[in-house]
């Protein structure tokens, strides 16, 4: 029997680790609530009717849709699996089914999340996740360009069904974000209150960060009537208190107010008052005597405006010669000066997004028009992404991860920052084949065009991205409800045969590292044990034989590289059923401890 799990929320895993720790008898109903609650938002383990809350029809589904198992799998569309040297993913398919099988891999890992989903406003597709979600996503991409079934591609989708959309999204975002993780979701007013309720739900009150004004146009649309509209939003939300915003670097109209005038060694200053708002009734420790060094005047600042610091911090300001007494240097009363190299930190980020400061709509299209000149569709401008990434603190060692990647702009930002020099992080991007009549193919076509594009732009050629897509698990699923006998019958014998005879080596090897809950970007070698090729996932953490017969010098062999883990298919041992004891009694008998037994498994 296969041992994959296609279970897709961890929800199984912390009930059995609870148990291990407890055992039924002896629950503890606390440290049940601790376990889960890195699942399950906290407060919607509390018990009681009186949580606050948005409702509306069928809101249940979406626990339907986080529970069912998955039967999807990601499948290498191009660079290859043991190619460990590709840093970033781009990834064609549902943004829900992907998920699920990114929570494997990727829980609490991703630092932070940026969500473009469709505002509601007709004419933007929105997928239907209810069963049959695969069979449906299989018949639009083989049958490209005809309608997508149950898709809202004309009307805007009722709240209800929208909201139902984006809960199950949304919660699987929480579990992928790093604690100090952030998630930043992009929406305008016909939805904003309703997702402003949902995340409050998902993510707390409390890790609410800010609603960011984003000025997307610089003049209010033709066919204004009443107010024109020029701003969307970015609903911002952290995982934990452990997140801290980072500062934005400055522009250069800020730090063109630093000068040397005197040249200072230590660089540009700009002279800060020396005094500050308080009397000295408020402050009696900020009011002393000092002297001006050129002319040997002494005297006390005012009694309603004392100095702006204490005397000893005076003394030290002096002895540091950070004090500026004028260009002939003979003002009565001195400056601080303020280094550049000491605030180089950068500027605190502010609600309201200008135009002139992370680009507009107009920007966005210009930008898209450079790489896919053909395609009339506008994004978000890569400044505004740059803005968001700072202010998420995400760098070189960081996973950010775009959910509706639509024409790029996520890529065009972090290219830009690498090529100058930045630290940048490494994306993840998701986003469905819609098909594009007038750009005659599927918009991640179009955004594939801009990876690449962008890849010659900003020559990051080393920097390479693995596009996987995503296609029917390799493994055969149990249907959960089986009618006639007949097909129980069938059931049984798909289970017997379980790997699907079409699935190539890469696929099945893609399938399980993923399901294994390593990266997609995990280092994957092929090595030769006597003389037979096995994958070496990690460096030797986990082996992964596909060989269509195994023998016992092979499971010896196996045993001795001393792996973490083995994964062999259950079709290699042909029904010998003593082989496969024995191969159980060998990993075992490795282990100098229980802790340290190797897991087997066989698929
Ligand atoms: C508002 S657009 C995002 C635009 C993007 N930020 C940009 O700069 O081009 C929303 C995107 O979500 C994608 N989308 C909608 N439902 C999806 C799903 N179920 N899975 C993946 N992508 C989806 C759409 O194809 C569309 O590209």
């Known amino acids: 029997m296969s041992e994959i799990d296609n279970q897709p929320n961890l929800l199984n895993q912390a009930l059995v680790d609870f148990l291990d720790l407890y055992g039924p008898g002896e629950a503890d109903r606390n440290a049940a609530i601790d376990l889960l609650s890195e699942i399950i938002p906290r407060h919607m383990l509390a018990s009681g009717d009186s949580r606050f809350g948005l409702d509306w029809r069928k809101k249940t589904e979406v626990f339907d849709f986080l529970k069912r198992p998955i039967l999807g799998a990601l499948s290498p569309t191009y660079v290859s699996t043991t190619d460990s040297s590709a840093r970033h993913l781009a990834l064609k398919g549902d943004n829900l089914e992907i998920m699920k099988i990114l929570e494997k891999g990727y829980f609490g890992k991703i630092k932070m999340i940026y969500m473009n989903p469709p505002f509601n406003i007709g004419g933007e597709l929105i997928f239907d996740d209810s069963d049959g979600y695969l069979d449906r996503y299989e018949s639009y991409i083989s049958d490209s360009g005809s309608p997508l079934n149950n898709v809202s591609i004309d009307a805007g989708a009722s709240h209800s069904k929208w909201l139902n959309a984006q809960y199950p999204r949304l919660f699987l975002a929480r579990n992928l974000l790093r604690n100090d993780g952030v998630i930043f979701v992009s929406i305008d007013d016909h939805e904003f209150h309703h997702l402003r309720m949902i995340m409050d739900e998902i993510f707390g009150e409390e890790n609410f960060v800010a609603s960011f004004i984003w000025e997307k146009r610089y003049s209010p649309p033709p066919d204004t009537k009443d107010v024109g509209y020029v701003h969307e939003n970015v609903l911002c939300y952290r995982r934990s208190d452990e997140f801290q915003a980072g500062l934005l670097p400055m522009t250069d109209a800020q730090s063109g107010r630093y000068k040397n005038p005197d040249r200072d060694p230590r660089g540009p200053w700009k002279a800060a008052d020396y005094t500050c708002r308080y009397t000295a009734k408020e ?34 300001n002096v002895e540091e010669g950070r004090l500026w007494w004028g260009k002939d240097e003979t003002n009565p009363v001195p400056a601080k000066k303020k280094y550049l190299f000491e605030i180089r930190q950068g500027a605190m980020p502010k609600t309201i997004l200008e135009h002139d400061v992370v680009g507009h709509t107009d920007e966005a299209t210009k930008e898209l028009r450079e790489h896919v000149p053909n395609l009339k569709l506008s994004g978000k401008p890569s400044r505004l992404i740059k803005h968001l990434l700072s202010i998420a603190n995400a760098g070189n060692n960081d996973i950010v991860l775009d959910c509706h990647a639509g024409t790029g702009a996520t890529v065009e930002a972090i290219f830009s920052l690498e090529s100058e020099g930045e630290n940048a992080p490494q994306f993840i991007l998701i986003e469905f084949p819609q098909w594009l009549p007038e750009f005659d193919g599927h918009l991640f076509d179009a955004l594939e065009n801009r990876i690449e594009s962008c890849r010659s732009k900003y020559k990051r050629e080393d920097d390479c991205v693995k596009y996987l897509h995503l296609k029917r698990s390799n493994f055969r699923v149990w249907r959960g409800k089986v009618g006639a006998e007949s097909e129980v019958s069938e059931q049984l014998e798909l289970h017997v045969q379980h790997v699907s005879p079409e699935s190539t080596s890469e696929e099945l090897l893609i399938e399980l590292i993923s399901k294994a809950g390593f990266s997609l970007t995990t280092e994957v070698e092929r090595i030769e ?59 075992k008998a490795r282990a100098q401890t229980e802790e340290s037994e190797i897991v087997f498994k066989t698929v």
């Open 283 to 316: 402050r009696p420790n900020l009011y002393y005597e000092i002297t001006q060094p050129n002319t040997g005047e002494r005297r006390f600042p005012k009694k309603t405006r004392v100095w702006a610091c204490s005397e000893s911090e005076h003394i030290k």
């Open 529 to 587: 044990l006597i003389g037979k090729q096995v994958f070496s996932i990690e460096g030797g953490a986990m082996l992964i034989c596909l060989e269509k017969e195994i023998t016992s010098d092979l499971i010896d062999a196996l045993a001795e590289a001393e792996p973490l883990q083995v994964i062999c298919l259950d079709e290699a041992f042909q029904n010998n059923d003593q082989l496969k004891a024995n191969a159980v009694q060998t990993f």
